[in-house]
């Protein structure tokens, strides 16, 4: 059996669940070794500004190795922030046919790009996009480096139509580049006769004062300036003036905006908040809103995942053209609506669209176009570039 290396940085709920596919599937043997060891049991956000500790196993089905991390600064926020002298060595020992590795920036991922290059295929996954480029001097340099970088890959497996577009513009030829698709475990937040999700979210919706016919506008994430929660609450409060009935927003986490934001909607009784939820609870909590809303002015929000996960919670979306999902997911007007980030007028005249009755349609169909979107997807791409 063929062997596959993955190097990245540490477990998350995006891709822990693809290697224990990769794992039971017995098609290729499979090692991740992560290389952000001091985030092996939780991890320290800086911008949620707390510690998190996933509430579902992500180390489970697969074998790992945590190699060690010298860097005074841990973390994947800089270049220095993973360095790991053993890495080339542990894996050499690993003798895999294949390495697959997410992340050029930080040092020990590209030290294992330049090591392994010409003695083992080298394959890259990454998300980013063109959509935050701006034309200049700046830019160009920047694309003569990332030419550069790519170099040292023989395979990237792109997640979608704005990635591969990325790829492409630093050099990559076609042949290079295999779609496996950005995906999140749909069956998680799928509802059934055992989950009662739908229940779940009515009662915590009746706890929180919503009535049946409040038309709810969900926000999760982050509350960063990428993100702009802000610019999503001033545009509830700009509708709010006309709109009957008014809308309400529930804005869900933590972040550096949120003493402006809860300053924004002091005294307004149609605006809420709810700090960070753990996974376990994530299917509940898109529910609580009939739409989810990102509306993100960037830079860096590469695809989007929060959209697929409303998407499979049976939520239709609402996303700017920033986010790097919205190509390949959102059919306007059928699952979704798409916004320029910087137009407000544009997402008001989406709040004077919807209703709940169409939100409910294009929730159903969301919930049936995501499933194309799934780790099965993933796996098979890699098992048949490995045969």
Not at 85 to 111: C, R, T, V
Not at 193 to 198: A, F, P, V
Not at 313 to 336: A, E, L, Y
Request: overall charge positive.
């Amino acid at each position: 059996m063929k062997k596959l290396a993955i190097v990245t940085t540490h477990p998350i709920q995006y891709y822990a669940p693809w290697f224990k596919l990769l794992a039971e599937r017995q098609q290729i043997d499979v090692k991740v070794f992560y290389t952000w060891s001091q985030a092996a049991g939780e991890v320290k956000d800086k911008t949620f500004g707390k510690t998190i500790t996933w509430d579902i196993p992500l180390l489970e089905g697969y074998t790992y190795e945590f190699i060690e991390n010298i860097s005074k600064d841990p973390g994947t926020h800089h270049k220095n922030g993973i360095d790991c002298p053993e890495l080339n060595a542990k894996i050499s020992d690993w003798q895999p046919d294949a390495i697959l590795i997410f992340g050029w920036y930080l040092k020990s991922h590209f030290k294992a790009m330049q090591f392994f290059k010409g003695k083992i295929p080298v394959w890259f996954r990454g998300d980013s996009t063109l959509l935050d480029d701006t034309p200049g001097f700046k830019q160009l340099l920047r694309k003569y480096y990332l030419t550069y970088i790519y170099r040292f890959i023989d395979k990237a497996f792109y997640v979608g139509a704005q990635n591969k577009a990325y790829f492409k513009s630093v050099g990559l030829k076609e042949h290079q580049l295999i779609l496996a698709p950005h995906a999140i475990d749909n069956e998680r937040f799928n509802d059934s006769e055992s989950k009662h999700y739908e229940d779940q979210a009515l009662v915590w919706r009746k706890a929180l004062g919503y009535h049946p016919d409040d038309l709810v506008i969900l926000f999760a994430g982050k509350f960063e300036s990428k993100k702009q929660p802000d610019f999503l609450l001033k545009a509830v409060q700009k509708a709010n003036k006309t709109l009957r009935p008014p809308l309400k927003l529930l804005l869900v986490g933590h972040g550096p905006l949120e003493a402006n934001l809860k300053s924004l909607a002091q005294n307004d009784s149609h605006i809420k908040f709810i700090p960070f939820q753990n996974q376990r609870q994530m299917p509940i909590l898109y529910r609580l809103g009939n739409v989810f809303c990102l509306p993100s002015q960037g830079p860096g929000e590469t695809w989007g995942l929060a959209i697929n996960e409303a998407m499979a919670s049976s939520r239709p979306v609402i996303s700017s053209d920033k986010v790097g999902c919205t190509t390949d997911v959102v059919n306007v007007g059928s699952n979704g609506y798409v916004f320029d980030s910087n137009d407000e007028a544009a997402l008001l005249e989406v709040f004077r669209t919807i209703s709940i009755t169409n939100l409910k349609l294009m929730g159903n169909q969301a919930k049936k176009d995501i499933t194309q979107w799934h780790f099965k997807a993933i796996v098979e791409a890699l098992e048949t570039n490995l045969k």
